[in-house]
C-alpha cells in the first residue's frame, strides 16, 4: 500500500518535524541507529522504561523481541526489524507486559537507523496500571482509552449479569421446591413422589439399590377434623408427618399425597421384620394423644407396605395397588396396623400379588 | 425499554430519597419493591408509568426530575468513569458527546440511548441536539452535563431550550474549562471494587 504525496523534496521539508512533535504524534516512538542503540524515544516510552535516560544505551539492554528472526535481526543491528511485518516485544523489567508495533528504515538503506513505532497489545490495562498512565500518555489516534472503556463497561455488565443469574437461580430452586412441597406439612407432594418413585425404578432397573413402598392412611382423622375443626385437623397432619419425619432415614421420602394420607419411598434392601416393626413405632407414636389448645386429639394409623424385592420387574402402578390392598387388609383387620403385601398376612382376596 | 434505564430511574429516587418512596412509587405501578432488572427488557410504557409516579412522589414537574435524574447518575462511580473516558476536560467531553450514544451501544447494543449532535456556535457557546426514543432526554443530559461539568471542575451554564420539532436542545455556555480542580480520575481503576 503506497502512500500518497504531493511533496517533492520529502526529507528536506520533514526536517522541520522536531522530536517533540514526533513525540506527541507517537508517544512510544522509539529511534535505533543502525547499531542497534537509542537514538530518541517518545515521552510514553520513556515513562516506561524509567527514570534513567535510555539514550545511547542499547535496545537489547531495554526490550527482548518475540520472535527468532526478529531476535537474529536485533543482533543484526536493528536494520532487518523493518520489513513491514508486525513485531512483538516484551519489556526486560517487566517480561509479562508485551509491546507491539511496526519498524521502517530511515535515511538511504537505514544509514540512519530505523523508526520503530510501539504501541501496548493485550496488556494494556496491566500497563496502565503499573506505569500510571494518563489520557496525555496516548495519542487521540490510539484507540486505548476506547479499549480501557471497554473493558470497564464489559465488566460492569459481566458482574450485572452475573448477579441477575444468581438471582434468577434462587428464584428458580425457591419454585421448584414450592412445586415439590406440600405447603402446610413440608413434606413432599405426590408430584415429588412420583418422580422420586420413578427414579427409584429406574435405578432399580440399572442394577440400583430395592425400596419399600408404604402407604400411610391416618384413622380416626375424619371425626377429629369435623368434631375440632379444620385448625386442629391441620395440626394433627403437621404432628402425624413429624412422627413420619423422625421414624424414618435422611435418603427416604416422606410425602402427603391426599387430605390424610402419606406414602414413605424407603430406599434399602428392608427385611419384612424390620419394615412391620418400623410401621408399628409409627403406629405407636401416631396414637399418643396430642393437645391442641385444650382439645385432646386421638387418631391412629393403618400401614400397608409394598416391596420392590417382591417383583420380578417392578412396576410404579402395580406396587402402588399392592400397598393400597394391603393397607386395605390393615383397615379391614381393625386398623392401626401394618400390612406387607405378599407376606401371608393379609386377608383372603386382598392380595393382587402374582 | 432497557431495564438499565427503569434501574437508574429506581436508583435515583432510592438512594436520593430512600427505600420507603421507592416502595410507594413501586406499588404505584405495580411492581415488586425488589423493583427492575438491569439486564431484562420492559414494556415501553412501564417505563412512562415510572417517570408519571417519581413525578407525583416527588410533586415535582417532569423536567426537574428528568435533570435529576441525569446528574445523579453521572455521579454513580461506574458510569462517571465511563463518562471521564470520553476526555482529559470538559471541552474533549462536550466535543465527544456526538460519540456517546456509539459508546453507549458499544457496551449495550440494545441501549436506547439518544442522538446527539453537538454545534459550536460563537466562543464557548454549543447547542446540543437531543433526539431520543421517549420525551424527556434532552432534560436528563442537561444534569448529566451540569454534574459532569462539577466533576471536570468547568465553570459552566446549562439549560434547556425551546424544541425544534421533537428535536430537544440544551445550551450549553462554557466559561473556564479547567475553573477548579475536578474530581481525580485515574485510568487503571482502583483496584477493590468501587
Redesign the interface.
Known sequence: MAARCTVERWEDALSGLSPQAMGQLMPMFLWLDRRGTVRALGPTLGKILGPECPIGTPFAQHFQLGSARARRSAAAGGGAMAGGRRLHLTLCARPDISLRGSAVEVGQNGAEGVLVNLTFGIHL?EA??VF?????DFAPSDLA??L???Q??????LD??RA?NA?LDDARRSAVTQALTDPLTGLANRRAFELALDKALQGLALGGAPFALAHVDLDHFKAVNDTLGHAAGDYVLTKAAEVLRAETRRGDVVARVGGDEFVLLLRGALAPARLAAMGARIIARLEQPWVFETAVCRISGSIGVALSAHYVTPDAGQMQADADAALYSSKRQGRGRCTIAGSGEMAEGDSRLS | MHGLINKSVQAFLRDNYGPSLWSRVAQDIGIGPEGFEAMLRYDDALTEDLIRAAMAALDKPRAVVLEDIGAYLATVEPVRRLLRFSGTDYWEFLFSLEELQGRGRMALPDLEFPELRFNAECRGRFTLEVRGPIPGWGAVIAGLLRAMADDYGALVLIEVIEPQGICERVQVLLLEAAYVEGRRFDLARPRGGL
Open positions: 490495562v496502565v496500571r500510571g498512565l494518563t489520557e496525555a482509552l476506547e480501557l472503556y471497554l470497564e463497561a464489559k465488566t460492569a455488565v450485572e449479569l441477575l438471582r
